[in-house]
């Protein structure tokens, strides 16, 4: 079965350059969410888009912004890298049709800023 | 607001051991429990969830019950192996933070040596 798809899966940028990761959720899922998982930390949620349009918000930078397209899949855009902003970030998809839908995650982009 | 509280690891098991990972949460209303598990490199897979109070999530021999009496969800597993070794994760939705927003703990590294 198809699953959520991101790229890259590893990314190194130096500090106060920009990173754009990208997510391609399951087929027909129309949820996208994005978490931020520090080392040895549980995922942090950072935002979710539904349809296309934002649907929450979390603890997401003013730096980071993040649209779902015309297609489901989804760019999270992150500017003026800093060096605490090296983590792991997942996205996931459900499908909010169905109460209480699981999220199906992706493995995740490495970003390493130094 | 909502929370997951997730007993601390590393918890370090000899094959064959019985496994007890203890969650409790804080929500209203009536929130559906999940337990996802990350394997090394990879992102969060769910493992099992239960939607409503006394339901029992089971899946690869790990059982978890939805207790609300005692706003509980541990997760157990008769006899664990060496391929269990992970990091799990509890996780809450639909309680008074939204239908749509998932809130994780801490997660609990598991070690299972031969």
């Known amino acids: 079965a198809a699953g959520v798809i991101q790229s890259p899966r590893h990314l190194i940028k130096e500090k106060r350059e920009t990173a754009t990761l990208k997510c391609y959720p399951i087929?027909?899922?129309?949820?996208v969410y994005w978490y931020q998982q520090g080392p040895g930390q549980d995922p942090q949620f950072l935002i979710s888009f539904y349809e296309k349009m934002q649907s929450d918000k979390g603890s997401i930078p003013d730096r980071f912004s993040a649209q779902q397209f015309s297609d489901y899949h989804s760019e999270l855009n992150m500017s003026s890298l800093e060096l605490g902003d090296s983590a792991l970030y997942f996205c996931?998809?459900?499908?909010?049709?169905?109460?209480?839908?699981?999220?199906?995650f992706g493995n995740g982009t490495r970003l390493t800023v130094t | 607001g909502d929370s997951v509280t997730q007993m601390e690891g590393p918890v370090t098991l000899s094959e064959e051991a019985f496994l007890t990972i203890n969650c409790t949460y804080t929500a209203t209303g009536y929130p559906s429990l999940f337990w996802y598990v990350q394997y090394p490199g990879e992102g969060l897979q769910l493992l099992l969830k239960a939607t409503k109070a006394d339901d029992k999530g089971s899946n690869k021999g790990f059982e978890a019950t939805y207790r609300k009496e005692t706003t509980s969800f541990h997760l157990e597993k008769g006899s664990v192996q060496v391929s269990d070794s992970a990091v799990y994760f509890c996780a809450l939705s639909g309680g008074a933070s939204g239908t749509y927003k998932y809130i994780f703990g801490t997660g609990t590294r598991l070690k299972v040596l031969a």
């Open positions: 996931a998809s459900s499908l909010r049709t169905v109460v209480n839908s699981p999220l199906h």
């Open positions: 087929p027909r899922h129309d949820t």
